[in-house]
């Protein structure tokens, strides 16, 4: 059993369109961490949300922990290009700094 | 700030073959963790090391896996012998200690056991 599921798995949009990925997960979290991966590199810290509800803005990018901290969504405004890669969420094991990740989610901008 | 250096970038061997992947941390980092991702799927924890301890390696396959950190610094991770599952991508990551402290990866290094 999976921890964290993602979904979607895959999704290819056009620039300028908007979308929202999502992680989910039947365990409560303290804390939920998003990465991005692009080809060839390893993930790069995107957001780490800590309170149930709370809303954090990366300029087009919006994360959202829910309310019970069992899931979160990330929402991309006006996709570019460079959003393209695969798109991570991942959280601590209790009492440890260990990363458990997600099943990803690949996104593909085209322009 | 230098970050994570992984090498070799790519590695190409026959099953059953020995290879070494090496990592040098940013400097400060105490900790380091070893991650294996297959094709398509997040990463999962092979090894974490707080300096130079193994402090949490219950995902490693010790039957035909080993690392080490001999000095609390950079670290290596040995497969002997490799199978044609262990084709995959192995990322190394450092942090600072303490519940909280971002990872940091390196670039991988591409496996492919043929």
């Known amino acids: 059993t999976q921890l964290l599921e993602q979904s979607p798995q895959f999704l290819s949009i056009q620039e300028g369109e908007n979308l929202t990925v999502y992680c989910n997960s039947s365990?409560?979290?303290?804390?939920l961490q998003w990465y991005r991966q692009e080809p060839g590199e390893g993930p790069v810290l995107l957001v780490t949300?800590?309170?149930?509800?709370e809303v954090k803005k990366l300029k087009r990018l919006t994360f959202q922990f829910g309310d019970a901290r069992k899931d979160s969504s990330l929402h991309i405004t006006a996709a570019q290009p460079g959003d393209t890669g695969l798109y991570l969420c991942a959280v601590t094991q209790t009492g440890a700094n260990n990363l458990f990740f997600g099943t990803g989610t690949r996104l593909t901008v085209i322009p | 700030e230098a970050g994570v250096v992984q090498s070799p970038r790519y590695k190409i061997i026959e099953k059953k073959q020995p290879v070494a992947f090496w990592c040098n941390p940013i400097s400060g980092h105490n900790t380091l963790y070893w991650y294996r991702q297959n094709l398509g799927q997040g990463p999962e924890l092979l090894i974490r090391y707080e300096n130079e301890e193994a402090v949490d390696d219950s995902q490693l396959p010790k039957d035909r896996f080993s690392a080490e950190r001999l000095k609390g610094v950079d670290s290596t991770l040995k497969i002997q012998p490799a199978e044609l599952g262990d084709s995959a991508v192995y990322l190394c990551?450092?942090?600072?200690?303490?519940?909280?402290?971002?990872?940091?990866f390196g670039n991988g290094t591409r496996l492919t056991v043929t």
């Open positions: 949300v800590v309170t149930g509800g």
């Open positions: 365990s409560v979290f303290s804390s």
């Open positions: 990551a450092s942090s600072f200690s303490g519940l909280g402290s971002p990872l940091h």
